[in-house]
């Protein structure tokens, strides 16, 4: 067998903007797309015909072009970008979930991919029948599969409703399920799509640890994720794509500060486009001044000037580390209702904290504008950086690795006992 695992030769990926290409999110889609796939094909050589037409081009959009890169056995990479960098188009190739329009992947091994949820499991099969179909489609026979089945089990925590079909599984329950799945059932490559956004603290944790359980038994793993502590430890090299081209592809360490850095962008920047509009303006700061400081009253405020009437205007707020680790959220509607904003108008929202807890240190705020009468969610790909510093409230405590990011309020309970006890 040779040394390299994954091979990615010039690989490009056009979507035609408008078209929403059908992903199979279930076995089952799968099924009926590739029963469906003699009229599918007609469909894009008619489509072939005009892919020269200039307008059919402008209507192209490259979510990966001319992607390159090796994986040796054994390695542990990264992958890191942007939202709507091209990541999961990448691992979905890799998947062999869509195709690409030019290049080649070759995969030498057993892959197990976990892209989104609920992917590879049919709806209406049982979690039991589930596991039993997912070992058999990468090979394993019944016995093999009996050997793992206690531990995926256990793992994933559903031992209850094992026998109720996975459609009746909550998001969280069906996510177990599957990293468990992916994760026991013996992969030569695991392939994993952002998994830990999914799930609670603990559940996280665990992912990491079984990751790095395979990694550490000389399997290759490939890893998307925002979330730039875990990558840090799991990961021995990092591939950073922006807007589909491979940008970095080094040690772990050094790509993520570069693409820390990159995700900053330079301050006067703020005039950013999103889909409801225009972001005019993005102020986080003090309430009495400039300045962002531990237990004093703070401010985040984002302005947007609509390009279309925004209904039911939402806006999410969330707080993240320089790893890229979410510390907190703050949601518009679990305030208030806000009024419609008219096309054309500019409106400022966001949120008053009355004591800002974090300690302080660097940190990065991200926004996501909503209109909720059309479920339009438009998740700002960059995000703000801002300090908070020390201040006379917070008093000469330190901060730092060995302090966390939250400040707590505290009082010290002094030691009794002590000389000054002594008559
Ligand atoms: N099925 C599809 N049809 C049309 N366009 C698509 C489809 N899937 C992805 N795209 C587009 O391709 C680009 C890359 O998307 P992709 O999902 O690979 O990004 P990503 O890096 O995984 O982002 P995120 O961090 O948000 O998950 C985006 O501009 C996206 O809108
Ligand atoms: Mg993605």
């Known amino acids: 067998m040779s040394e390299i695992a994954i091979s990615v030769d010039n690989l490009s990926k056009a979507y035609h903007i408008g078209l929403k290409e059908e992903i199979p999110d279930t076995l089952f889609a799968a099924a009926r797309m590739w029963l469906n796939r003699p009229l599918h094909n007609l469909r894009k050589l008619a489509r072939l015909n005009t892919f020269n037409d200039r307008d059919d081009e402008r209507d192209l959009h490259w979510a990966l072009r001319d992607v390159s890169f090796n994986v040796d056995f054994g390695e542990v990479i990264g992958i890191i970008g942007r939202n709507g960098a091209g990541k999961s188009t990448l691992l979905k190739i890799l998947s062999r979930i869509t195709e690409p329009n030019s290049g080649r992947a070759q995969i030498s091994g057993r892959v197990s991919s976990l892209l989104e949820v609920g992917t590879g499991f049919h709806p209406e099969l049982t979690g039991r029948e589930n596991i039993y179909m997912n070992g058999t489609i990468l090979g394993m026979r019944k016995t093999e599969i009996d050997g793992k089945f206690d531990e995926i089990v256990e793992f994933s925590g559903v031992e209850k409703f094992l026998d109720t079909p996975v459609k009746r599984y909550s998001s969280g329950m069906n996510v177990r399920l599957a990293f468990s799945v992916a994760a026991h059932l013996d992969p030569e490559i695991l392939i994993i799509d952002e998994v830990l956004a999914v799930g609670d603290q603990a559940f996280q944790n665990r992912c990491l640890g079984r990751m790095s359980e395979v990694a550490r038994s000389g399997r290759t793993v490939l890893f998307v994720s925002h979330n730039m ?195």
């Open 229 to 423: 502590a875990a990558l840090r430890r799991l990961c021995t090299r990092c591939i950073a794509l922006e807007n589909g081209q491979v940008v970095d592809d080094c040690d772990a360490d050094q790509a993520i500060d570069r693409y820390l850095l990159s995700m900053r962008g330079a301050r006067s920047d703020v005039v950013t486009p999103t889909r409801l509009g225009t972001v005019t303006e993005v102020k986080l700061r003090g309430e009495a001044e400039p300045l962002l400081k531990t237990f004093c009253p703070a401010r985040i405020e984002l302005t947007i000037e609509a390009s279309q009437r925004i209904v039911d205007p939402g806006l999410y707020v969330g707080i993240l580390s320089q790893d890229g680790e979410r510390i907190c959220g703050l949601d518009l509607k679990d305030f208030a209702t806000a009024e419609p904003i008219p096309q054309g108008n500019r409106a400022t929202m966001g949120f008053r904290i009355p004591k800002l807890n974090l300690s302080p240190g660097h940190y990065m705020v991200e926004f996501h504008i909503k209109d909720m009468a059309s479920s339009t969610v438009d998740q700002i790909d960059r995000m703000w950086d801002f300090e908070v510093v020390n201040s006379k409230e917070y008093g000469n405590r330190k901060s730092g690795k060995w302090f966390g990011h939250l400040a707590l309020e505290a009082e010290p309970i002094l030691p009794s006992g002590t000389a000054q006890d002594d008559p």
